[in-house]
């Protein structure tokens, strides 16, 4: 089988396989209890939390564990709309993941669009001229959320320059870096955000398992009760084991940086043949992109036709985003980006990570071909 879906999930590195086993092989431990079993299981959540601050160029403090990207996000983003009493307006790019843009729409206060350009890249001058035009009375503190790389696409998004104008503005930047995070460099002071969302099992962490940074000082009140654990931010006894595979991936993935960069020649080697020879439109080619992501489309070649045809030849891959379970529907990110339907229909993901070969590049490339060719002389083309 070739693992082609590492944006819906990597698999897990044995840093953190190793470091989940030590964890359960801890006995009971609950970090909360003060004896030495819950000291022991402590030290572990807190070597991870240095890991993760380390991997984004933070304090650990400012790190709190979380049970994924999805709570992350819908932690900063209800967090800071109940620490400014509800007077802001979220504005959200049109390609945020859902676990953004439903957490926005559900935040009880006005959401606004940041759109994005036909490059797959936030429009920065819309951006500037709405936050020029702001009426804070109204609207209350701007909180822009964007991603740094999209999921579907792989392209990187300006956020430091969104950031910025944000900061001008007296406003809030709400950074999801879950694609992002051992993919490209991430650290929280150049970026200039004010929070950051992370997830451990995009980078060969487990499932269940995330954190969300937060610039000291930044508005944030808990969203859930309880014993008060992670500095009251998130209460809930931690997930110890998956809190200590996500620091031994999280570490390590950072340290592979380079090693998922150079998958970047061999991932354009592949949509060169596929260009060629299958007549593929590649989504953002122009476009800063994460290196181990291609998305592709061949109007009339439809995308479950596509993905099905591939999981028969052992290539696992996914139509538009699977992270909503399965569900095949037309992209968002690409209807925003401007393409027509035939594209958006026939639209695949490829990504492809830590563990990838070179050749499997070549396997994907062969197989998507004769998928290709068997359906265009079904169809007599
Ligand atoms: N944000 C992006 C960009 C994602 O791709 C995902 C993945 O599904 C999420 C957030 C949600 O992360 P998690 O699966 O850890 O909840």
Known sequence: MIYADYNATAPLRPQARAAMLAALD?????PSSVHRAGRAARAVVEKARAEAGAAIGSRAEDIVFTSGGTESLALAIQGAVAALDGAATLIV???????????????GVPVETAYVLP???????????????????????????????????????????????????????????????????????????????????????????????????????????????????RSGTENVAGIAGFGAAVSESVRELPRYAALGPHR?????????????????????????VSNFARPGFRAETQVMA????????????????????????????GADDALAESAIRTSFGWNTQPEDFRHVADAWLQAHQRASSKLGA
């Open 26 to 30: 801890l006995g009971p431990a609950n």
């Open 93 to 107: 790019s049109a390609i945020e993941h859902e676990a953004a843009s439903k957490a926005a729409a559900h935040a």
């Open 119 to 233: 490059t797959g890249q936030v429009d920065l001058d819309d951006l500037r001229a709405r936050l020029a035009a702001w009426d804070r009375g109204l609207k209350g503190t701007p909180i822009l959320v964007l991603m740094l790389a999209n999921n579907e696409t792989g392209i990187l998004q300006p956020v430091q320059e969104a950031a910025a104008l944000l900061r001008e503005a007296g406003g809030l930047t709400i950074c999801d870096a879950v694609q992002a995070l051992g993919k490209v460099p991430v650290n929280a002071a150049l970026l200039g955000v004010d929070y950051i969302a992370l997830s451990a099992h995009k980078i060969g962490g487990p499932q269940g398992v995330g954190a969300l940074w937060h610039r000291a000082g930044a508005p944030l009140k808990a969203v859930q009760y309880g014993g008060g654990q992670e500095r009251g931010l």
């Open 268 to 292: 354009d080697a592949m949509e060169a043949r596929l260009k060629a020879e299958g007549g593929v439109t590649v989504i953002g080619e122009a476009s800063p992109r994460l290196a181990g």
């Open 310 to 337: 591939l999981d028969l030849a052992g290539i696992c891959v996914s139509a538009g985003s699977a992270c909503s379970s399965g569900k095949v529907k037309r992209s968002l990110v690409l209807m925003a980006m």
